[in-house]
């Protein structure tokens, strides 16, 4: 199973874009659009605060699923229950639930409101997904959790209740009530959160019975000693049947890096399907799939880090890949263009100047395509050079000033025909 996620929570797209891009999905296999919807989902009563004011309407989300079923994909919601829940909890209205005062990222599971904050959030997005099977309850990165003094007395009162006990207890039930109320089929959870768990631990929480874990990991590759946690893919082979990949397509080179780096999503691909024979004994018939995860911040707080539309032929070639892994990256690279509807390429001759030569990357054969959002991919790779320029020809520095904010604006005006006004002013 191949997923590919949007990631809304920054330059979230209009409806139209979606029309756009899900039959390109579908053509490349993809069978499902895990949707990190964020303050984009139109969350209502004492919920209402945390909705963006340009939020998506009912009627959209109901329009995005009907174009997904329409290319045969299933919406899978993301809804972060841990870590990662800066647009709830930077609300004074919420601001009490934090595990740490002056941060707003992990929500307190020692907190009874916090577990109906959580519970109203899932019921919400279910009522808006009477079709989707599955469900991604995050739970990552919760860095903060146990130290708030609210999680520090149930410490105290068992000294047999430990900080694994904590965070996978809140897992646990999490997951459970979206399998048996919320009648979610299958329940996904980031694992880094308990990477290191125990069998005896995760058994004990019948984790095995209520989720499967998406190991993430978007480094060029996961297969260094250490990346993962030794024995962990052992250990998960006794308690999960099944378990999904993780890799990255776009957002996974720097939050605030411009330019996407087509190789270096490829590599992680690769190290992915390496993994996979390195550890197949454990893994041989456990692995349900892969995720291409798409990051636009890496959190609320964060800027913007590559736009959607300079990331789609680094996704093209990576679901392309793994859809036949024999191939090797100029094959991609040919194939991609075709689908991509690019123009004959010519040559691509180096630029030279006094103080050196621009060759162009493998990023500029994408220009003169026709995919959604091309212009702003145009833009980009233009940027790319003036970039390049402006660190070495100071003498010209105005004037590549300028040039570079002459394509910052051309950049926002093709951004707003895919997404809303109020995330193009916001971008600097």
């Known amino acids: 199973m191949k997923i590919v996620h949007f990631d809304l929570k920054g330059a979230p797209p209009k409806i139209e874009y979606y029309a756009k891009i899900f039959p ?31 939020s998506y309407t009912e009627k959209e989300i109901a329009m995005i699923q009907v174009i997904a079923e329409n290319n045969q994909l299933e919406i899978i919601p993301l809804v972060q229950t841990m870590g990662h829940l800066e647009f709830v909890l930077k609300h004074s209205k919420f601001s009490h639930l934090r595990e740490k005062g002056e941060t707003a990222s992990t929500i307190c599971p020692s907190a009874d409101e916090s577990w109906n904050v959580i519970t109203e959030m899932l019921g919400q997005v279910r009522s808006l997904h009477p079709k989707s099977k599955r469900i991604h309850i995050g739970a990552d990165e919760a860095w903060q959790v146990g130290t708030d003094e609210r999680c520090i007395e149930r410490f105290l009162k068992d000294s047999n209740f430990t900080m694994d006990d904590l965070k996978l207890s809140h897992i646990s039930r999490t997951a459970r009530y979206s399998r048996d109320v919320l009648k979610f089929e299958n329940v996904f959870a980031w694992n880094d959160m308990f990477e290191r768990s125990s069998t005896y631990s995760l058994k004990k929480y019948e984790f095995g019975k ?208 895919i997404s809303f006004n109020a995330v193009v002013i916001a971008i600097k």
Request: charged share 15%; aromatic share 12%.
């Open 24 to 54: 390109l999905l579908r053509k490349l296999n993809v069978q499902a659009v895990l949707m990190e919807y964020e303050d984009m989902f139109p969350y209502k009563g004492f919920l209402k605060i945390i909705t963006k004011q340009n």
């Open 210 to 417: 209520l989720l499967i874990p998406v190991v993430w990991g978007y480094a060029v590759d996961v297969t260094k000693p250490e990346y993962f946690p030794t024995g962990m893919l052992q250990r998960y082979s006794e308690v999960f049947d099944k378990l999904l990949f993780a890799s990255a397509y776009k957002g996974a080179n720097g939050q605030a890096n411009v330019f996407v780096d087509i190789n270096r999503y490829f590599l992680n691909q690769i190290s992915y399907v390496n993994l996979y024979y390195l550890n197949s004994t454990e893994l041989l018939g456990r692995v349900g799939g892969i995720v291409l995860t798409g990051w636009q911040r890496y959190n609320h707080f964060a800027p913007l880090c590559e736009l959607h539309p300079s990331s789609i032929p680094s996704m093209v070639i990576d679901l392309l890949y793994l859809n036949n892994t024999s191939l090797n990256l100029l094959q991609l690279v040919h194939i991609a263009r075709g689908i991509l509807g690019c123009s004959i390429a010519s040559e691509q001759l180096p630029i030279h100047l006094e103080s050196g030569s621009y060759y162009p990357t493998l990023e500029a054969l994408f220009m003169h395509c026709n995919f959604a959002g091309h212009e702003i991919y145009e833009l980009v790779e233009n940027l790319r050079f003036l970039h390049w320029k402006s660190k070495r020809i100071s003498s010209q520095f105005d004037v590549l000033q300028i040039g570079a904010e002459i394509v910052d604006i051309e950049v926002k005006v093709s951004l707003s025909l």
